[in-house]
Structures are given as structure tokens and as C-alpha cells.
């Protein structure tokens, strides 16, 4: 199996040389229109054929008719091989099993990206590559679902950005895995709150705290782009450390709660138990401030025999709410403590929302563009990792117009070399 080279050119080269071809609570809502356009056939391939892409491509065919899966592409054919395999087998009449068009190596995506016959393009990949990916996409016409995070520096911030726009002019449907934003329980919970149910937001609390997550060593005989490609989670250029791969989820809700950015973020936090070529630390605490001295207080960890707790808690000058991860549920407390509101919501119907919402905004011609929304939040996960990292107060401003932050490599081959460069150390990691 060849893996060609991915491009000898930093992002902001990419931006011109890749491209092919030139809410969230109203989606509970089937609109009109739907019924006339659910004739229209819409063809599927995924980029990026481990755990989330499988995941992601059977939640649509789950959830739409009409849909039909007919192209994959991964770092390796039998990742595209076994999926289809598997899919195939929970919807045998929505998965082309004849298709030859199975694609390997860093350049694999771009011949789905190129065939006329693929309507809408499953981003899964690794997130690091999710900037240039949904540039090229939306470049080439293509319709997006792209996994979060959607960025991890201020390099992929600016290119998320340019994409929107283009996305907007263009009419290219992208929506983002940002289930909680279609999960009915979360939708409720934001609407009591901007209809004053507990005041005047004055604080967040906001926790992902897990066990350990998992670790691939390295095989003899892997190049450092091959073994760090595999290890992904470990290397911060791929993931953007936890705050930003997984934790992204609680930042996107208090980041809706609070329906802005945030000013700066403060943070600490550090490492103890990772391997010692990961790149990533244990744990991080962050302090956001958000305008009109509103505050969130994040933290996130990830630490074997830990006890994990997942939630956000606002606190508002006439009561709290609560909201839970998964299917926890919403609650809302007055003043006294009293529990005045409450709504049960199932993640696993907040995941097919999100593909209902997409297929149907296609058909609908009035395509969902949510982008730059989580373009934000992924931001918001930078800020805080970067405070962290570097021992400093850091800026949304400057990290959102100042900053050169592109943590992507300048040159990629799968053989080739790619040194690490170790995890950040607080007063020696430089803030850029």
C-alpha cells in the first residue's frame, strides 16, 4: 500500500493548492418542504474509517432514507475495508458494496473530494487535519459533517474562519459533532435560562474528568510520521491535548450558555502518568473570564483510578441549573434550593439529530453552516491549553488576531522524520 506525500507546504500554502473544485433547536422540527425532497438521492463517503467514522456514517443511515454510502478513505485500506464490511451489515440497502472506490495513504481524501458522484463528505480523521480538510471540501462543493474539534491552533482558527465565509457563498451545508447542541435536554436547559429561569448568569462550573484513555506504542520499524499518526491522541498537533479533543464538548455548552467568548483564560495544570513520549499532560484547570464579569472555572483530567465527573453547573443570581453529560439530564434550583424544572434527553438521539439536521438542510436547500460556532469553541479549548502550557493570562484577542500559532508540520511524508517536541513546560513553553 503506498502513502504518498502529504503536501511539502505549510497550511497557508494549502489554502490554494488543495482545493478540487472551486439550529440547532428548530431541528426537532421537520420543516414543510421536507416531504417533496426526500426523493432526492444523496451519496456518502467517509475520510477517516476508525471508531468515529463508523459511528458517525451509521447514525445517518440510521436515521435518513435515501442515503447511500459508496466511498471511504483512511491512512490504510483495510481501515476502509473493515468499514464498509461492518456497515454494510447493519444497512445492507444503503451501502454500495460493489464500490471500488476505496482510497489509502495522506492523499487518499483528495480522490473522494474529486468524484462527482460523492454529495456529502464524513470528516473523521485525526483533528489536526480537520482545518484543511473542510477547506478542501467546501472548495471542491462538497456538503460536511465534521468531527469536533475543528481546530487546534490559531493557524486552523484562521482557515475555519475563511471556510465559513466560503461555506456561506457557496451554499455548502456543514455541520459539526457537537451533539449536545441537538440533544433535547441541553436545548431546554439554554432556553429556561435566556428566559431569566435562575437570573443573571454569574458563574460556570464546568468539569470533564475521566480514567485513562488509550495509548498505541510504537511497532519497529514505524517512521515518525506512521507511529505518531497512529498514537494521534499523544501528539498535540494531532489532537490539541484533551482540552480540546474530548473536553471540547463542555466548553461548546457554556461557551452557548453564555453566548459569547471569552476575554482571557488563566490556567494551570500539569502531568503524571502519561507515557513518556506523549505529549500530553494529565489535567488542566482554567479560569475564563467572559464579558460583563461573568466567569466559567474548567477543569478537565484524565487519570487511571481517578473518579470521572462530567457535568455544567450555571449559577445565577436567582437560582442554578444543572446540566449532565450523556443522559444525565437537566435540573433547575431556585434561590432555596428547590427543584423547580427538570428534562431527560438520550445522547444517542442528540447523535442522529445531528445527521437528520444535515441530510435534511441539504435537501431543504436552506443548508445548516454551524463552522464557525465550533471553530469557537475549539478556540476557547486552545486559549485555555495555551494558558496552561505557558503560565500566562492569554487573550482571546490575541490569540484570535495576533497569534502565528500552526502547530501543523511544514513538511509531512509517511516515511518520513518528524521529531517530537516534548510536553509544555509552564515558563519555558513561549506563547506565540
Not at 167 to 176: F, L, R
Not at 178 to 195: D, H, L, P
Not at 331 to 336: A, L, P
Not at 354 to 373: G, K, M, V, Y
Amino acid at each position: 500500500m503506498q502513502k504518498t506525500d502529504f503536501q511539502k507546504h505549510n497550511r497557508r500554502g494549502f489554502m490554494s493548492t488543495t482545493a478540487v473544485a472551486s439550529l440547532a433547536a428548530s431541528t426537532m422540527v421537520h420543516s414543510a418542504t421536507a416531504a417533496k425532497s426526500e426523493l432526492r438521492p444523496l451519496r456518502l463517503a467517509v475520510i477517516g474509517c476508525g471508531g468515529r467514522g463508523s459511528g458517525a456514517i451509521n447514525d445517518s443511515l440510521t436515521i435518513n432514507d435515501g442515503v447511500t454510502l459508496v466511498a471511504a478513505a483512511d491512512l490504510r485500506l483495510e481501515n476502509c475495508e473493515r468499514l464498509f464490511k461492518s456497515i454494510a451489515k447493519e444497512h445492507p440497502d444503503k451501502v454500495d458494496t460493489q464500490s471500488t472506490k476505496l482510497y489509502s495513504g495522506l492523499d487518499g481524501y483528495k480522490q473522494i473530494l474529486s468524484d462527482p458522484d460523492v454529495d456529502v463528505v464524513f470528516l473523521t480523521t485525526s483533528p489536526g487535519f480537520r482545518p484543511l480538510m473542510v477547506q478542501a471540501a467546501v472548495q471542491a462543493g462538497k456538503h460536511v459533517f465534521a468531527e469536533k474539534p475543528v481546530c487546534v491552533d490559531a493557524a486552523g482558527y484562521q482557515l475555519c474562519k475563511v471556510s465559513h465565509e466560503l461555506a456561506e457563498k457557496n451554499k455548502t451545508a456543514i455541520v459539526t459533532g457537537t451533539q449536545y447542541r441537538r440533544q433535547i435536554n441541553y436545548i431546554a436547559a439554554v432556553e429556561q435560562i435566556r428566559k431569566g429561569a435562575i437570573g443573571e448568569i454569574i458563574n460556570i462550573t464546568a468539569r470533564y474528568c475521566t480514567g485513562g484513555i488509550w495509548y498505541r506504542p510504537r511497532k519497529e520499524g514505524m517512521s515518525d510520521t506512521e507511529y505518531q499518526l497512529t498514537n494521534w491522541m499523544h501528539f498535540i498537533w494531532l489532537s490539541g491535548d484533551q482540552i480540546c479533543e474530548q473536553a471540547v464538548h463542555n466548553i461548546d455548552t457554556f461557551n452557548w450558555v453564555m453566548g459569547a467568548n471569552p476575554l482571557s483564560a488563566y490556567a494551570s495544570g500539569g502531568r503524571f502518568t502519561r507515557p513518556s513520549d506523549s505529549e500530553m499532560w494529565d489535567s488542566m484547570s482554567v479560569a475564563y473570564e467572559y464579558p460583563n464579569g461573568r466567569t466559567v472555572s474548567f477543569m478537565c483530567r484524565q487519570i487511571p483510578g481517578s473518579q470521572g465527573l462530567n457535568d455544567n453547573v450555571i449559577y445565577g443570581t436567582e437560582g442554578m441549573c444543572q446540566i449532565g453529560a450523556a443522559n444525565s439530564g437537566s435540573r433547575i434550583f431556585d434561590s432555596k434550593g428547590t427543584k423547580i424544572w427538570e428534562k431527560d434527553g438520550k445522547i444517542k438521539d442528540a447523535y442522529r439529530e445531528e445527521h437528520r439536521a444535515l441530510i435534511e438542510s441539504i435537501r431543504n436547500e436552506t443548508p445548516i453552516i454551524e463552522l464557525l460556532q465550533t471553530a469557537d469553541s475549539s478556540m476557547v479549548g486552545v486559549l485555555g491549553r495555551v494558558a496552561a502550557y505557558t503560565g500566562k493570562k492569554v487573550t482571546w484577542d490575541f490569540m484570535t488576531t495576533q497569534s502565528t500559532l500552526d502547530l501543523f508540520p511544514k513538511s509531512l511524508t509517511w516515511d518520513g522524520a518528524l521529531p517530537s517536541k516534548g510536553h509544555a513546560v509552564p515558563g519555558k513553553t513561549k506563547l506565540i
